[in-house]
């Protein structure tokens, strides 16, 4: 049994007095929902600040992007032996990341094997465009950006990280992808790929989780679908009423 992961991605959002009031008002109730992980994913600025709110809970802290070198002449970046003090995840690969800022697969990948030599859990991001989706190229896409994301893992490596299932159009524009088209992305071809690569246990084991639109209206409809182990939520993250999206999550699996 895969144990549910919703994580929320805040972007470049929340001031240090923001984030701090946003995590006052949600500590409690999200840290008294069982039998899922949460965790919370602010700016960099507001890490330390949200990290010191969270002693005491079971919420997890997550960066949302990092260099993969430990330290040097990278002016503007963060390291993996920085995030190690701070958090425990971090979102690696994120398509505003790949669009904004020329991320590629290669970099991704030195990343995630960064992230896993400090022990960060990353929560890899693939996904494919409005374009590549209407030119019926979804599976060819992911399926890349699994294998190259991933290269050089061992199997155990890849049965311990988390992947964000986003496809690009249903980023922060309210038109979430179906349960069913989503469930058969992740099983079909992110699973698909990693038990080809990697074996039945990884494929298995490894969790994903969808995003795109979450709120707390969808939620319940990816978390019913088997093979959907929870979301990478932005703009439902960003007030109180993520509270209710994770808890109607915990409900749906638990059922
Ligand atoms: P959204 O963003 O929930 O605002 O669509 C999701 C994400 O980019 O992780």
């Known amino acids: 049994m895969r144990r549910p992961i919703l994580a929320g991605n805040w ?20 840290n008294e929902i069982k039998d899922v992980d949460r ?13 010191d ?27 993996p032996l920085m995030l190690q003090e701070l958090c425990q995840y971090v979102i690696l690969g994120h ?34 465009t409005e374009a590549q989706y209407d030119a019926g190229q979804t599976q060819t896409v992911v399926s890349a ?41 992740i099983g079909l071809t992110i699973r698909g790929t990693i038990v080809e690569l990697y074996g039945e246990a990884a494929a298995t084991a490894v969790r994903v989780q ?8 969808n939620i319940g409809e990816f978390m019913a679908h088997p093979d959907i182990d929870g979301a990478l939520v932005g703009g439902a993250s960003l007030k109180p009423e993520f509270v209710d999206l994770v808890r109607i999550a915990a409900q749906t699996k638990a059922r």
């Open 145 to 185: 950006q699994v294998r190259n994301a991933l290269a050089g893992l061992t199997a155990d490596q890849v049965a311990g990280l988390v992947i964000a299932y986003e496809p690009v159009w249903a980023i922060g524009t309210g038109k979430a992808a179906t349960a069913a088209a989503a469930g058969a992305v």
């Open 210 to 217: 969808y995003g795109g639109s979450v709120t707390p209206a």
């Open 95 to 128: 398509s505003e990341r790949r669009t904004y800022f020329g991320e590629t697969d290669e970099a991704v990948n030195r990343k995630v094997k960064a992230a896993l030599a400090h022990g960060l859990v990353p929560i890899v991001c693939v996904g494919e």
């Open 39 to 51: 965790v919370l994913c602010p700016p960099f600025t507001a890490l330390a600040a949200v990290k």
């Open 53 to 79: 709110l969270l002693q005491a809970t079971e919420i997890g802290l997550g960066a949302q992007n990092m260099h993969w070198e430990e330290k040097g002449a990278y002016t503007g970046e963060i390291s």
């Open 11 to 30: 972007k470049m959002n929340k001031t240090i007095a923001e984030a701090v009031d946003l995590v006052r008002a949600i500590r409690r109730g999200l």
